[in-house]
Nanobody
């Protein structure tokens, strides 16, 4: 099972980025997919998740600026990030949960840097 992230990079404050993650290596889509982020010395924190019924959760920091989507409730998840701020700078990790109670899968992480 692999989760491959793309779309990170450097953007100015107020700009936008779109992260994508593709799940491969299994025939059944994950029950839940999403994004977490981590900065040096800090714990990994939730950004947003989306279930196969397109039910979503967002962190307070992401709500209103970020939108998570999952075409056809399948194996790809996107995170549209608008109005980015320097404090959004982090490594963003794609997350996949096959079934509640199981161990999740993680991508390698992708850097997002927002300059002021």
């Amino acid at each position: 099972v692999q989760l491959a992230e793309s779309g990170g990079g450097l953007v100015q404050s107020g700009g936008s980025l779109r992260l994508s993650c593709v799940h491969s290596g299994s025939t059944v889509p994950f029950n839940i997919m999403g994004w977490y982020r981590q900065t040096p010395g800090q714990q990994r924190e939730l950004v947003a998740t989306i279930g196969r019924e397109r039910d979503t959760t967002y962190s307070e920091a992401a709500r209103g600026r970020f939108t998570i989507s999952r075409p056809d409730a399948g194996k790809t998840v996107h995170l549209q990030m608008n109005n980015l701020r320097p404090e959004d700078t982090a490594v963003y990790f794609c997350y996949g949960l096959p079934t509640p109670g199981w161990s999740p899968y993680w991508g390698q992480g992708i850097q997002v840097t927002v300059s002021s």
